[in-house]
């Protein structure tokens, strides 16, 4: 914990095991300002109030001097930065428990798959979303995607281009980012293999657009043969960064800094919430297939997008025997979440 300067108040301090510190104070300022805009939409009221309560009070088991949540209330309203952080960090957990078992199960190699179309106004985000998903059924169903793939995690993603000198600016890009399970020898055999081109067609074909989209095709392939997720994650990061992809697998596809721009309620803003909620209503972001949706089954892992977003890295019956609670609770004053535990 810190101690505030000239006062006898605990700051909440949560490290990680890697000896980060977890942004809550980053996230709860998030979400107070998206609650802003929110309340600022007719008919977004009531999920602006969830917002605001979003994370106001947290309890943590203590062990060994290590903060694990416990309880807490979170609104899992679409676009709180509070709620897709946590979801952000259940998938990632997700990913790596059912990446870990298909390495152990199988010799498989991993492909990034980027399928896109054009930018479209915020009045027609919405029907373009159902549009792409119905689109991503067919092509999933194409004989050769079914000959090629074992199985896959898919995430829609949507920006804004807020770049005013761009003849896009305030349109919306709608995009599909896929981890591709593929076998072993895909990038051998010619009845396996899919060139870039055929991806291209394929997606063109399945959106049954006159105009062909822009897919980005990326091999993953790490140093060395591991069932080890680390190390397999820090090669998918690195030939991320080597094809200037903006692909991070285990990221929740509703980043707040694609949806508010700057620390004020600004129109733009506002603009932006109003299409995104909208268009995002009722809508699945994430899914899997497969193998990987086979062994999401077998691991019994519950929905990362609308289910429990409090034990998000293990199961709630593995918090330690012996752990003393730690109650953190958001303080306006001090802007920062106070612990209620003075004796801690």
Same mark, same amino acid.
């Given at each position: ?112 798959? *980027? ?17 792409? *998903? ?24 949507? *920006? ?39 991806? *291209? ?144």
């Amino acid at each position: 914990m810190k101690q505030y300067p000239n006062d006898n108040i605990n700051i909440l301090k949560d490290t990680r095991a890697d000896g980060k510190e977890r942004d809550w104070r980053g996230k709860k300022k998030r979400s107070l300002l998206m609650a802003k805009h929110h309340a600022a939409v007719e008919k977004l009221e009531k999920k602006a109030e969830r917002m605001y309560d979003c994370g106001n009070y947290l309890v943590f088991k203590m062990k060994d001097g290590t903060l694990k949540l416990y309880q807490a209330y979170f609104c899992k309203a679409r676009l709180c930065p509070m709620c897709n952080w946590r979801r952000s960090l259940k998938i990632a957990f997700q990913n790596k428990k059912i990446i870990q078992a298909v390495n152990e199960r199988e010799k498989v190699q991993w492909v990034f798959l *980027t399928l896109t179309v054009r930018n479209v106004e915020g009045d027609e985000l919405k029907p373009t979303m159902d549009q792409m *998903t119905k689109a991503w059924n067919r092509f999933a169903g194409y004989a050769k995607f079914k000959k090629s793939v074992k199985g896959y995690f898919r995430a829609m993603e949507v *920006t804004r281009n807020w770049d005013k000198e761009s003849e896009w600016y305030g349109t919306y890009h709608p995009h599909f980012h896929v981890l591709l399970c593929v076998p072993n020898g895909y990038f051998k055999k010619k009845d396996l293999y899919v060139k870039q081109d055929e991806w *291209t067609s394929m997606w063109q074909k399945a959106m049954q657009i006159d105009y062909k989209p822009i897919v980005h095709v990326a091999k993953v392939k790490p140093k060395k043969e591991s069932a080890d997720f680390v190390e397999v994650e820090q090669e998918m990061r690195k030939t991320i960064l080597e094809q200037n992809a903006i692909f991070e697998v285990s990221k929740y596809p509703v980043k707040d800094t694609d949806v508010i721009r700057g620390d004020e309620v600004t129109p733009e803003n506002i603009q932006t919430v109003k299409d995104l909620d909208k268009a995002l209503a009722y809508k699945r972001l994430i899914s899997y297939g497969g193998l990987l949706k086979e062994i999401h089954k077998e691991l019994q892992l519950d929905d990362s997008e609308d289910g429990d977003l409090i034990h998000v890295d293990e199961d709630a019956d593995e918090v330690a025997n012996g752990a003393v609670d730690v109650m953190a609770y958001w303080h306006v004053g001090l802007n920062n979440y106070v612990i209620m535990n003075k004796d801690v």
